[in-house]
């Protein structure tokens, strides 16, 4: 934001005197026409000593009033004050004496001049009003459908990086199932040798046992009890045991084929890029407001004209948000959104957070709902009374909401340690359009620390924030580009600096911000150029906003005023 004293120095120095080109010290008293040089009475006669031109020097307050005539290409010194409107081209008294252009139409230059001015005049103001505004709105749509673009992509590889985590659950699934196959069919073989094994053990002790026995019966010298020693080595011992012969199964991964794995996996379509001629329109100015469109032009009352106020039953009225041109919504020190009949000056309903929070700020959207923001990092929505969470944020924490005409969300939010501020827009739902934080250098484009700050989207689609922290106004055009910082208007009614709380916009797209240090309303236009102070009896304003036929309501104190402002 740029520093009011240094603002000052710029204007001082932009009203300084006008330097002669030549000398660069003294003060410039003449003007040379034919070189549109500046000159200082001493430098005069060194600039026209330069004999290759014609110079026309005037005093400096009567520069370019001496038209300059173009040289005669075949009569070199003469000057051409006749223009043939057959040839296009101006021609000298010369030329016409020797009947170069008998028969022609002729006209007088400076005629001719007029009118060329009054051709580029009009073209220029198109240019300026119309064509490049428009071509503005078309930049500001590209970068905006980038973003969108990216955005969309994003979603897009989640999606596919999902698909892939869900594939490698259910392949992480069947293997385990396979392994879990695998090990079973290793148990139940393991257990059948184990088996067999035993069974060879104990036939293994019994030869051990009989082979004990046989060489006690060889080294006895008692014939008889040699006599009756009985082997089982012929029907036992030779008979050995059956051989288990067991095969492990064997892992036979199918082919993978990428074709026949991208059949499975792939469901992406193609993109496409086309171009429609239709696609833009010119862009509707103020001048051809003027001319005749549906929206009237409309001007500044002398004195704005208190219609009604409604003494409301907050401790401490904060935030408003016109539902229809006799219902407003309301929000103060305490956890209920109230909504007044104006006509009537009643309570017709009242909504409680679901937190038990105050609400930081209120809106309406295009459909009627009531949205509101929560200190528990929560964008709510009231639809038939019932509140829904739209957004939940993390490590943010959302103040102001603002309801497009496009029906997105516009949210400013700040981090948990308070050092950064950021605007964010919202499709109306949890995806991110759009994040503005800081301008082309790379520089915040709002003040850091908790402050209040208010958001709306003027009719020219530009956005419009009160940064309370920076006392300052900051308008950024959709594409989140800086436009202008509005730092108050001197001499304020009170002359105390500058402090802007509530903000809204009107059909005219002129700018309203509260100003609650020096009690009044500050009115700009779209461009950043002030208009007018709202100061009626209005004490510490804070909530704006403007129904459909641009009377404004101000929330100040506990009171609820409506004002006409507008012819």
Known sequence: MMDPCTMQCDRTSAQDVMRCDLCKIAAAQMHCDTCLFNLCTACVEKHISDESKDHIVVKFQER????????????????????????????????????????HELSKILRVLDEKKDILIKESNELNDTIYPTYQDIASDVQNRMCELENEYGDLSTAITKHGEDWHRKIGKFVKKLKAEVDEMKNTQLQTLQKH???????????????????????????????????????????????????TPKFMPGKIETVELS???????????????????????????????????KQLLDEPETVTFIDTEYDRLFNVACLSDDEIWTSGRENAM????????????????????????????????????????????????????????????????????????????????????????????????????????GKPLYSSGFCYRKIIENRNLDICISDNGAHAVVVINQAGKLIFKYTGHTPAPTTKPFSPQGITTDSQSHILTADVNNHCVHIIDQNGQFLRYIDCGLTYPQGLCTDTNDNLFVAHQRKLRKLKYLR
């Open 64 to 103: 370019k009033s001496i038209p300059v005539y173009p040289t005669c290409t075949t009569h070199s010194k003469e000057r051409c004050e006749m223009y043939c409107k057959k040839c296009d081209i101006p021609v000298c008294i010369s030329c016409l004496e020797l009947n170069q252009h008998l028969g």
């Open 197 to 247: 094994l035993d069974e060879i053990n104990t036939e293994m002790s019994d030869i051990k046992e009989e082979i004990d026995s046989v060489e006690r019966a060889i080294d006895t010298n008692d014939i008889s009890q040699l006599f009756s020693k009985k082997t089982s080595i012929e029907h036992r011992y030779k008979n050995l045991p059956k051989k288990i012969v067991l095969s």
């Open 263 to 297: 059949k499975l996996f792939r469901t992406l379509s193609q993109s496409s890029l086309t171009t429609d001629k239709h696609g833009y329109s010119m862009k509707t100015t103020q001048k051809s407001l003027e001319a005749g469109s549906s929206t009237p032009v």
């Open 338 to 441: 109230k909504l007044y009949s104006i006509s009537q000056g009643s309570l017709l309903k009242s909504i409680t957070t679901m937190s038990g929070n105050w609400p930081f700020d209120i809106a309406v959207t295009k459909s009627g709902d009531l949205v509101y923001t929560d200190h528990d990092r929560t964008v709510n929505i009231v639809k038939n009374e019932k509140i829904e969470g739209v957004i939940r944020l993390q490590k943010w924490i959302p103040s102001s909401v603002s309801c497009t005409s496009s029906g997105d969300f516009l949210v400013i939010m700040d981090s948990d340690d308070g050092k950064q501020t950021k605007v964010v827009r919202y499709n109306g739902s949890k995806r991110k359009k759009q994040t503005i934080q800081f301008d082309d250098k």
